[in-house]
């Protein structure tokens, strides 16, 4: 798992260190062309305003070796173009769990409320900071208790088949789970199909410090459908690489911008 991070890490810091003169600029309007599950490493523009919705249906995801299914509603928020490359934002999370087992997860609730700002650093790469607040502390997988710290760093690089990109965070937990602090990662890539459609395939996870249950791998088959200029749909199916991942998620995301 380390030398993964290895891996993923050199990505991010080739990516971010990029010749901005090389890079094409950034684009905040509708695209086809950007991540599915990865974090956008773009900000809106002064002004704009998204709207957020995302659902997932997870099976056979394992906590302390029993299965549960779960419907996730992440995210559900809205973001703000505060000014030029800055962005902040609210959003929330909830999750509904269904034992498969005896002593598996089996109770729904709210996972948090989450507050962030985003930061453009350059053509290629963003930083998003903020906590979470205000949920369950007795739902899987995400629990809160008290006041969990998060920062998310996305990167992307156009190349000739498509886009390149990626994500490196953390987030520190707080209350009863602050020993569960972790990492998450990811990579992907984007290719046109069309000027309204795009292809994606990501390889995502989490890896945490002390707690093995948040130890994830997903690789995501995903695709970006724009509806006119201020709609995009991201529909997508995941296939757990750990035993900690949903055997088999689905799920999308509807962004709509005002």
């Not at 006119?228 to 199916?237: F, K, N």
């Amino acid at each position: 798992m380390v030398k993964r991070l290895e891996v993923v890490a050199l990505l991010l810091v080739t990516t971010l260190c990029y010749s901005p003169s090389a890079a094409v600029a950034q684009q905040s309007t509708m695209t086809a062309m950007q991540p599915v599950v990865i974090e956008r490493a773009e900000t809106l523009d002064k002004g704009k305003v998204a709207i957020d919705a995302g659902l997932a249906l997870e099976t056979d995801r394992e906590f302390a070796g029993v299965e549960y299914d779960n419907m996730r509603l992440a995210p559900l928020g809205v973001r703000f173009g505060l000014n030029s490359g800055i962005e902040i934002g609210a959003n929330l999370a909830l999750s509904s769990n269904d034992a498969n087992q005896s002593g598996a997860p089996n109770k729904s609730g709210l996972e948090g409320i989450s507050l962030f700002g985003k930061l453009k650093l350059n053509q290629s790469s963003t930083l998003r900071v903020g906590l979470v607040a205000a949920g369950d502390n007795d739902i899987a997988p995400y629990p809160n208790d008290g006041i969990d710290i998060f920062a998310n760093l996305a990167v992307q690089k156009p190349i000739d088949a498509g886009l390149l990109y990626g994500e490196l965070g953390y987030k520190a937990q707080g209350g009863d789970f602050d020993v569960n602090n972790y990492f998450n990662y990811g990579v992907g890539l984007a290719v046109p199909v069309a000027e309204t459609i795009g292809l994606n395939l990501e390889l995502v996870g989490e890896q945490a410090q002390e707690i093995g249950v948040s130890n994830t791998l997903d690789l995501v088959f995903g695709a970006n459908l724009l509806f006119g200029d201020a709609i995009r749909l991201a529909p997508y199916v995941s296939f757990g690489v750990n035993d900690a991942s949903p055997d088999v998620a689905t799920g999308a995301l509807l962004e709509l911008r005002i």
